[in-house]
């Protein structure tokens, strides 16, 4: 009797042992596909076989792929951006497709991307190496990133003189965008309501330091219900509202909430963009945390020694 519990159990331990076994083979063959099937190895690859036959250096096919990384420490900045986009600083890929193209206009001359890095203007995930991590409206992303003119609600962060309204979209075209959005604000009387960088009524939000709340942060405090957008961000609430604010926040008759007396200013998709481009523009610098060296002030000092009224 008790010999043949023994062979039982004997059996059973091997069994659990096998499961085990096979358990942790699983395992390994998950992270092993994952480490090798990262698809920045193929763009890589890509890369240095364009790069080769463009410069007929055969050899330059077989440079071992690697990620690359930038890290600026005094923005807190670890970018791998370029592990896929291998040909920003490369003219010779200005006719490629992305990942490969090369960076448009002279933003990396005049930014250096060994002391700008991407993310400063781009935001995004820095240290993330996929596709969806990086451009994915990734849920509660704190950035998420910016593309198009887009870009231009982060460019602010240094270049305040984009706050001063003798400032003209002449001056700053690649801002032109952003000096919309501005413009928009007094066309349509925003700070009737809203305080924007210490000027304005309070019957709305104060919009100063709008860009630089979290998605979760704003997540918490918004109802996304409304939304119709594929992507529940901040940015897209923000658009959908300046559309129809009173879809986005329509009340509720039964807890006698009544729906958002901010007006529907009946603005096009052109102007509510401008708008929103504005307020995810209004960084607040103690978050921001941009060291002196990087902030770009001297237009800003110029205007106002020439008329000291003339800073907002
Ligand atoms: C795994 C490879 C990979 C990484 C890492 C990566 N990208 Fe990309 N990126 C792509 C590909 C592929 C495209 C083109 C397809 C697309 O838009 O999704 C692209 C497109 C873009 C675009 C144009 C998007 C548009 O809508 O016009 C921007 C801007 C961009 N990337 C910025 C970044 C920034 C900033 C980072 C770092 C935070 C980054 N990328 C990291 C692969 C990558
Ligand atoms: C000084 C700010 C700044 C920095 C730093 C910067 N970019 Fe850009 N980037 C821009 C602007 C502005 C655009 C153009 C947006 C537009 O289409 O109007 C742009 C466009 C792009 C595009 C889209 C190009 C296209 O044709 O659709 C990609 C991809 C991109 N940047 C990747 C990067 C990567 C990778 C880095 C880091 C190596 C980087 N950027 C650093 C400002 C910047
Ligand atoms: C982290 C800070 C920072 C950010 C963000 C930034 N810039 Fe700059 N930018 C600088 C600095 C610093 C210079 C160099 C200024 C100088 O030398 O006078 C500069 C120079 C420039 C120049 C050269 C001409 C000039 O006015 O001096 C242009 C154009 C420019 N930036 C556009 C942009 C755009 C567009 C964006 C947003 C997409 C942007 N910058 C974002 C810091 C920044
Ligand atoms: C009659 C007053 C009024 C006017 C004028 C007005 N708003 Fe509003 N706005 C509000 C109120 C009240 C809210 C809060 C309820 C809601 O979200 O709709 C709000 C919300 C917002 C929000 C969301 C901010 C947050 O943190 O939730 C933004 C952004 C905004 N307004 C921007 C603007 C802009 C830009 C203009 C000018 C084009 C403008 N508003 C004009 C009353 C106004």
Request: hydrophobic residues 35%.
């Amino acid at each position: 009797m008790d010999l043949k519990w023994e062979r039982n159990a004997t059996k059973w331990r091997h069994r659990l042992f096998a499961a085990v076994m096979i358990a942790t083979l699983i395992i390994l063959a998950v992270i092993f596909r994952r480490e090798t099937g990262k698809e920045w190895i193929g763009y890589q690859r890509d890369y240095n076989e364009k790069l080769a036959a463009k410069l007929n250096k055969p050899e330059f096919a077989a440079t071992p792929v690697r990620i690359q990384q930038v890290w600026i420490q005094s923005l807190n900045a670890i970018d791998r951006c370029t592990t896929c986009h291998l040909g920003v600083e490369n003219p010779l890929f200005d006719k490629e497709p992305q990942p490969f193209t090369t960076h448009p206009g002279n933003f990396l001359k005049t930014h250096p991307v060994d002391k700008f890095g991407c993310t400063v203007c781009h935001q995004g995930d820095g240290q993330a190496v996929t596709v969806e991590a990086t451009h994915g409206a990734v849920h509660h992303l704190n950035r998420q990133l910016l593309a198009k003119e887009f870009v231009q609600s982060s460019c602010v962060k240094c270049h305040v003189d984009l706050h001063d309204v003798s400032v003209t979209p002449e001056q700053f075209s690649w801002g032109a965008t952003f000096l919309e959005g501005r413009r928009l604000t007094f066309q349509y009387g925003c700070r009737g309501c809203h305080k924007i960088n210490g000027e304005g009524g309070s019957i709305g939000p104060e919009l100063t330091g709008l860009g630089s709340k979290t998605e979760l942060a704003f997540s918490l405090i918004h109802d996304f219900a409304h939304i119709e957008g594929p992507h529940p961000t901040m940015s897209q609430w923000v658009y959908e509202h300046f559309l129809t604010p009173q879809k986005v926040v329509p009340g509720n008759p039964q807890l006698n909430y009544a729906p958002t007396v901010m007006p529907n200013f009946g603005l096009t998709p052109e102007q509510a963009r401008a708008l929103t481009i504005y307020v995810m523009g209004l960084r607040n610098p103690k978050v921001e945390a941009i060291p002196y060296e990087y902030i770009v002030q001297k237009r800003m000092a110029q205007a106002a020694s020439a008329n000291p009224k003339s800073l907002q």
